[in-house]
């Protein structure tokens, strides 16, 4: 499945005019930040955030949020949210906004 175009061009919005960096990564578009994933458009759908490890469990709702699994593990510090979770432009913002506050205060890679 490709990602889904228009959403992709919802968060470039918010991102611009920023630092910010695409790069296709999971099947789908990543942004980011000094050499640091904040936010991706996935192919499986909805978007990946990446999130303060110790905050991610309190976002998590099961159903819209949920934690990202890779090869079968949880990855620590990583949400997937729905398509229809983000169909609001101010609740994109919101979660494009924490995985880009989350990489600003990581080092440079």
Known sequence: ??????????????LEPGPFTE???FGGIA???RGHLAVAVSGKGG??????????????DGTAVTPM???????DGWL???TAAVADDAVL???VARGADFVAGLPEK
């Open 31 to 33: 942004f980011l930040l």
């Open 1 to 14: 499945m490709a990602y889904d175009e228009e959403l992709a061009d919802r968060v470039r919005a918010i």
């Open 80 to 82: 997937r949210v729905t």
């Open 93 to 95: 913002r919101t979660w």
């Open 47 to 60: 978007i990946m955030v990446r999130v303060d490890p110790q905050e991610g469990p309190r976002l998590v």
């Open 69 to 75: 699994v890779m090869a079968g593990r949880e990855l």
């Open 23 to 25: 790069k296709k990564m």
